[in-house]
Protein backbone atom coordinates (compact mmCIF):
# COMPACT_ATOMS: atom_id res chain seq x y z
CA UNK A 1 0.00 0.00 0.00
CA UNK A 2 1.66 3.14 -0.74
CA UNK A 3 2.28 6.28 1.81
CA UNK A 4 2.37 9.65 1.22
CA UNK A 5 5.76 10.97 1.10
CA UNK A 6 7.17 13.26 3.69
CA UNK A 7 10.18 15.52 4.26
CA UNK A 8 12.42 16.69 7.20
CA UNK A 9 14.01 19.84 7.28
CA UNK A 10 16.79 21.08 8.80
CA UNK A 11 14.63 21.36 12.26
CA UNK A 12 13.66 17.91 12.12
CA UNK A 13 9.91 19.11 11.39
CA UNK A 14 8.11 16.86 8.80
CA UNK A 15 6.07 18.28 5.84
CA UNK A 16 4.12 15.65 4.50
CA UNK A 17 0.29 16.09 4.75
CA UNK A 18 0.01 13.52 7.78
CA UNK A 19 2.36 15.44 9.57
CA UNK A 20 0.88 18.37 8.86
CA UNK A 21 -2.48 17.62 10.16
CA UNK A 22 -0.98 16.48 13.40
CA UNK A 23 0.32 19.38 14.33
CA UNK A 24 -2.76 21.80 13.06
CA UNK A 25 -4.78 19.65 15.83
CA UNK A 26 -1.99 19.74 18.25
CA UNK A 27 -1.49 23.61 17.96
CA UNK A 28 2.21 23.38 16.81
CA UNK A 29 1.46 24.18 13.16
CA UNK A 30 -0.51 27.36 14.72
CA UNK A 31 1.88 28.62 16.89
CA UNK A 32 4.53 28.03 14.72
CA UNK A 33 2.43 30.58 12.10
CA UNK A 34 1.74 33.00 14.94
CA UNK A 35 5.18 33.23 16.32
CA UNK A 36 6.50 33.61 12.65
CA UNK A 37 4.02 37.09 11.85
CA UNK A 38 5.67 38.09 15.64
CA UNK A 39 9.37 37.91 14.05
CA UNK A 40 8.21 39.25 10.54
CA UNK A 41 6.72 42.33 11.73
CA UNK A 42 9.84 43.66 13.68
CA UNK A 43 11.57 42.87 10.31
CA UNK A 44 9.18 44.81 8.68
CA UNK A 45 8.89 47.37 11.29
CA UNK A 46 12.94 48.17 10.35
CA UNK A 47 12.87 47.89 6.73
CA UNK A 48 10.04 50.67 7.05
CA UNK A 49 12.26 52.73 9.18
CA UNK A 50 15.34 52.44 6.66
CA UNK A 51 12.69 53.09 3.53
CA UNK A 52 10.97 55.95 5.09
CA UNK A 53 14.79 57.54 5.91
CA UNK A 54 15.76 56.91 2.97
CA UNK A 55 12.53 58.55 0.59
CA UNK A 56 12.37 61.35 3.00
CA UNK A 57 16.44 62.38 2.43
CA UNK A 58 15.85 62.32 -1.27
CA UNK A 59 16.49 66.50 -1.83
CA UNK A 60 19.36 66.42 0.94
CA UNK A 61 21.50 63.49 -0.86
CA UNK A 62 20.46 64.40 -4.78
CA UNK A 63 21.63 68.45 -3.78
CA UNK A 64 24.90 67.67 -1.45
CA UNK A 65 25.75 64.12 -2.50
CA UNK A 66 29.02 62.88 -0.60
CA UNK A 67 30.04 66.67 -0.06
CA UNK A 68 27.46 66.52 3.14
CA UNK A 69 29.75 63.97 4.53
CA UNK A 70 32.66 66.47 5.05
CA UNK A 71 30.86 69.48 4.79
CA UNK A 72 31.36 71.96 8.19
CA UNK A 73 28.54 74.39 7.17
CA UNK A 74 25.03 74.30 9.02
CA UNK A 75 23.28 77.14 7.85
CA UNK A 76 19.58 76.60 7.55
CA UNK A 77 19.06 80.88 6.12
CA UNK A 78 21.57 79.91 3.25
CA UNK A 79 20.53 76.25 2.66
CA UNK A 80 23.93 75.13 3.24
CA UNK A 81 24.03 71.95 5.20
CA UNK A 82 27.01 69.93 6.09
CA UNK A 83 27.07 66.44 8.47
CA UNK A 84 30.95 66.80 9.44
CA UNK A 85 30.93 68.95 13.08
CA UNK A 86 27.66 66.16 13.98
CA UNK A 87 29.52 62.75 13.05
CA UNK A 88 32.90 64.25 14.35
CA UNK A 89 31.13 65.08 17.70
CA UNK A 90 29.12 61.64 17.99
CA UNK A 91 32.30 60.06 17.10
CA UNK A 92 34.54 61.57 19.50
CA UNK A 93 32.28 61.59 22.60
CA UNK A 94 31.68 58.15 21.82
CA UNK A 95 35.27 57.50 21.55
CA UNK A 96 35.87 59.31 24.80
CA UNK A 97 33.26 57.20 26.67
CA UNK A 98 34.56 54.01 25.75
CA UNK A 99 38.28 55.06 26.22
CA UNK A 100 37.06 56.02 30.20
CA UNK A 101 34.11 52.97 30.39
CA UNK A 102 35.88 49.80 29.21
CA UNK A 103 38.75 49.47 31.48
CA UNK A 104 36.55 50.56 35.01
CA UNK A 105 33.90 48.23 33.24
CA UNK A 106 35.94 45.44 32.07
CA UNK A 107 37.68 45.31 35.67
CA UNK A 108 34.26 45.60 37.55
CA UNK A 109 33.09 42.84 35.42
CA UNK A 110 36.29 40.53 36.49
CA UNK A 111 35.80 41.13 39.97
CA UNK A 112 32.19 40.41 40.15
CA UNK A 113 32.59 37.22 38.09
CA UNK A 114 35.76 35.30 39.35
CA UNK A 115 36.85 37.08 42.46
CA UNK A 116 33.77 38.76 44.73
CA UNK A 117 31.88 36.49 47.05
CA UNK A 118 29.00 35.66 45.48
CA UNK A 119 26.32 37.12 47.44
CA UNK A 120 28.38 40.59 47.14
CA UNK A 121 28.68 40.00 43.17
CA UNK A 122 24.66 39.18 43.59
CA UNK A 123 24.04 42.50 45.42
CA UNK A 124 26.49 44.84 43.37
CA UNK A 125 25.25 43.08 39.92
CA UNK A 126 21.09 44.15 41.56
CA UNK A 127 22.52 47.84 42.29
CA UNK A 128 24.48 48.10 38.50
CA UNK A 129 21.30 46.83 36.72
CA UNK A 130 19.90 49.09 38.47
CA UNK A 131 22.14 52.32 37.40
CA UNK A 132 21.47 50.90 33.90
CA UNK A 133 17.64 51.39 33.70
CA UNK A 134 17.92 55.33 34.99
CA UNK A 135 16.67 57.36 32.23
CA UNK A 136 19.75 59.67 30.41
CA UNK A 137 17.80 62.88 31.33
CA UNK A 138 18.83 62.43 34.65
CA UNK A 139 22.31 61.76 34.24
CA UNK A 140 22.19 64.92 32.08
CA UNK A 141 20.88 66.87 34.90
CA UNK A 142 23.88 65.42 37.24
CA UNK A 143 26.01 66.78 34.80
CA UNK A 144 24.85 69.87 34.33
CA UNK A 145 24.49 70.52 38.42
CA UNK A 146 27.66 68.93 39.51
CA UNK A 147 30.11 67.84 36.58
CA UNK A 148 29.78 70.39 34.64
CA UNK A 149 31.25 73.51 37.55
CA UNK A 150 33.58 71.14 38.62
CA UNK A 151 35.08 70.74 35.24
CA UNK A 152 34.89 74.12 34.80
CA UNK A 153 37.02 74.98 38.35
CA UNK A 154 38.96 72.08 38.93
CA UNK A 155 39.52 69.63 35.50
CA UNK A 156 39.51 70.95 32.85
CA UNK A 157 42.64 74.27 34.42
CA UNK A 158 44.57 71.19 35.86
CA UNK A 159 44.71 69.33 32.68
CA UNK A 160 45.51 72.99 30.49
CA UNK A 161 48.44 73.27 33.16
CA UNK A 162 49.63 69.95 32.97
CA UNK A 163 48.84 69.43 29.30
CA UNK A 164 48.08 72.21 27.84
CA UNK A 165 50.80 72.00 25.10
CA UNK A 166 48.52 69.17 23.00
CA UNK A 167 45.80 70.45 20.99
CA UNK A 168 43.47 68.40 22.83
CA UNK A 169 43.87 70.05 26.42
CA UNK A 170 44.07 74.10 24.90
CA UNK A 171 41.44 76.70 25.12
CA UNK A 172 39.46 77.96 27.73
CA UNK A 173 37.59 76.07 30.26
CA UNK A 174 33.65 76.90 30.08
CA UNK A 175 33.13 73.69 31.55
CA UNK A 176 30.59 71.68 28.71
CA UNK A 177 32.05 70.62 25.61
CA UNK A 178 33.42 66.91 24.09
CA UNK A 179 35.04 65.74 27.55
CA UNK A 180 32.41 66.58 29.41
CA UNK A 181 29.79 65.00 27.11
CA UNK A 182 32.52 61.71 27.33
CA UNK A 183 32.49 61.60 30.58
CA UNK A 184 29.04 61.61 30.75
CA UNK A 185 28.44 59.19 27.94
CA UNK A 186 31.15 56.49 30.19
CA UNK A 187 29.10 56.75 33.77
CA UNK A 188 25.75 55.56 31.06
CA UNK A 189 27.73 52.68 29.52
CA UNK A 190 29.53 51.42 32.36
CA UNK A 191 26.41 49.43 33.17
CA UNK A 192 26.13 47.44 30.11
CA UNK A 193 29.72 46.50 30.05
CA UNK A 194 29.73 45.20 33.52
CA UNK A 195 26.31 43.30 33.19
CA UNK A 196 27.19 41.46 29.39
CA UNK A 197 30.70 40.86 30.42
CA UNK A 198 30.13 39.18 33.92
CA UNK A 199 27.17 37.16 32.03
CA UNK A 200 30.09 36.46 29.27
CA UNK A 201 32.67 35.38 32.05
CA UNK A 202 30.52 33.23 33.82
CA UNK A 203 29.47 31.41 30.96
CA UNK A 204 33.41 29.91 30.42
CA UNK A 205 33.64 26.42 31.71
CA UNK A 206 34.94 25.87 34.91
CA UNK A 207 37.78 23.37 33.32
CA UNK A 208 39.62 26.67 31.82
CA UNK A 209 40.12 27.81 35.45
CA UNK A 210 40.60 24.53 36.79
CA UNK A 211 43.22 23.66 33.99
CA UNK A 212 45.22 27.04 34.60
CA UNK A 213 44.88 25.96 38.57
CA UNK A 214 46.44 22.48 38.31
CA UNK A 215 49.42 23.90 35.95
CA UNK A 216 50.08 26.05 39.17
CA UNK A 217 48.99 29.36 38.54
CA UNK A 218 47.02 31.90 40.81
CA UNK A 219 43.69 32.81 40.60
CA UNK A 220 44.74 36.56 39.38
CA UNK A 221 46.64 34.35 36.37
CA UNK A 222 43.64 32.09 35.84
CA UNK A 223 41.49 34.96 35.42
CA UNK A 224 43.68 36.94 32.76
CA UNK A 225 45.19 34.01 30.99
CA UNK A 226 42.91 31.81 30.91
CA UNK A 227 39.29 32.86 31.88
CA UNK A 228 39.25 36.32 29.77
CA UNK A 229 40.48 35.27 26.50
CA UNK A 230 38.28 32.44 26.42
CA UNK A 231 35.23 35.27 26.80
CA UNK A 232 37.18 37.79 24.62
CA UNK A 233 34.51 37.44 22.08
CA UNK A 234 31.76 38.10 24.29
CA UNK A 235 33.45 40.83 26.20
CA UNK A 236 33.78 43.00 22.34
CA UNK A 237 30.07 42.25 21.92
CA UNK A 238 29.68 44.27 25.54
CA UNK A 239 31.66 46.85 24.16
CA UNK A 240 30.01 47.18 20.95
CA UNK A 241 26.48 47.26 22.42
CA UNK A 242 28.55 50.27 24.95
CA UNK A 243 28.96 51.99 21.69
CA UNK A 244 25.80 51.81 20.05
CA UNK A 245 24.30 53.19 23.23
CA UNK A 246 26.91 56.27 23.25
CA UNK A 247 26.45 56.81 19.66
CA UNK A 248 22.46 57.19 20.75
CA UNK A 249 22.20 59.00 23.44
CA UNK A 250 20.62 61.94 23.40
CA UNK A 251 19.49 64.05 26.32
CA UNK A 252 22.51 63.55 28.27
CA UNK A 253 24.75 64.63 25.67
CA UNK A 254 22.40 67.66 24.79
CA UNK A 255 22.73 68.79 27.87
CA UNK A 256 26.30 68.94 28.61
CA UNK A 257 27.81 69.21 25.05
CA UNK A 258 27.66 72.87 24.38
CA UNK A 259 25.34 72.34 21.16
CA UNK A 260 28.14 74.68 18.81
CA UNK A 261 28.55 72.95 15.20
CA UNK A 262 32.35 73.11 14.84
CA UNK A 263 35.19 70.67 14.81
CA UNK A 264 37.76 71.21 17.14
CA UNK A 265 40.71 69.28 18.40
CA UNK A 266 40.52 70.91 21.48
CA UNK A 267 38.42 68.66 23.85
CA UNK A 268 37.74 71.62 26.24
CA UNK A 269 35.55 73.24 22.98
CA UNK A 270 31.70 72.45 22.63
CA UNK A 271 30.60 70.31 20.21
CA UNK A 272 27.37 68.80 18.93
CA UNK A 273 25.52 65.45 18.07
CA UNK A 274 23.92 63.45 15.82
CA UNK A 275 21.48 62.70 18.29
CA UNK A 276 21.34 66.21 20.04
CA UNK A 277 20.65 68.32 16.50
CA UNK A 278 17.98 65.98 16.19
CA UNK A 279 16.52 66.86 19.34
CA UNK A 280 17.04 70.58 19.52
CA UNK A 281 16.09 71.44 16.26
CA UNK A 282 13.92 68.73 14.06
CA UNK A 283 10.39 70.24 15.35
CA UNK A 284 11.90 74.06 14.06
CA UNK A 285 12.67 72.56 10.58
CA UNK A 286 11.91 74.83 8.04
CA UNK A 287 11.70 74.13 4.47
CA UNK A 288 11.69 70.69 2.87
CA UNK A 289 15.75 70.87 2.28
CA UNK A 290 16.61 71.60 6.16
CA UNK A 291 13.72 68.54 7.07
CA UNK A 292 15.19 65.89 4.67
CA UNK A 293 19.12 67.01 5.79
CA UNK A 294 18.29 66.71 9.35
CA UNK A 295 16.46 62.98 7.90
CA UNK A 296 19.51 62.27 6.51
CA UNK A 297 21.66 62.48 9.84
CA UNK A 298 18.96 60.30 11.25
CA UNK A 299 19.48 57.94 8.70
CA UNK A 300 23.25 57.86 8.96
CA UNK A 301 22.88 57.37 13.15
CA UNK A 302 20.28 54.52 12.69
CA UNK A 303 22.15 52.90 10.14
CA UNK A 304 25.58 52.88 12.37
CA UNK A 305 23.43 51.95 15.58
CA UNK A 306 21.67 49.10 13.68
CA UNK A 307 25.14 47.31 12.82
CA UNK A 308 26.82 47.63 15.88
CA UNK A 309 24.17 46.00 17.30
CA UNK A 310 23.56 43.36 14.98
CA UNK A 311 27.71 42.91 15.21
CA UNK A 312 27.48 42.97 19.21
CA UNK A 313 24.79 40.18 19.49
CA UNK A 314 26.24 37.94 17.04
CA UNK A 315 29.56 37.86 19.15
CA UNK A 316 27.76 37.14 22.35
CA UNK A 317 25.64 34.62 20.72
CA UNK A 318 29.07 33.23 19.44
CA UNK A 319 30.55 33.41 22.93
CA UNK A 320 27.60 31.99 24.64
CA UNK A 321 27.00 29.28 22.71
CA UNK A 322 30.97 27.96 23.09
CA UNK A 323 31.01 28.93 26.58
CA UNK A 324 27.54 26.50 27.00
CA UNK A 325 29.48 23.74 25.11
CA UNK A 326 26.53 24.01 22.62
CA UNK A 327 29.09 24.70 19.25
CA UNK A 328 28.77 21.70 16.81
CA UNK A 329 31.63 20.22 15.63
Known amino acids: MATAPTTVDAAGLSWGPRALIRR?????????????????????????????????????????GLSFFWNTTWDPVAGQFGALPFV?????????????????????AIFLAELAPRRLSDNLTFLIDLLAAVPSVIYGLLGV??????????????????????????????????????LVLAVMIVPFIISVSREV???????????????????????????????????????????????????AVTMVIGNNPTVSSSLFSPGYSIAAVLAN????????????????LGLVL????????????????LTTSRGSGMTQT
Request: charged content about 15%; aromatic content about 10%; glycine content about 10%.
Open 88 to 108: YGTLVTSALGLLIAVPLGLGA
Open 201 to 251: LLAVPGDQREAALALGATRWEATWKAVVPYARTGIMGSIFLALARALGETM
Open 24 to 64: LRSGDEIARLVTLVFALVVVLLAAMLVIQLWVNSAQARHRF
Open 145 to 182: FILVPIMRTEIQPALKAALGFTPLFRGPAYGIGFLTAG
Open 302 to 317: FLLTFVLNGMARLLIV
Open 281 to 296: EFSEATGNLYLSALIE
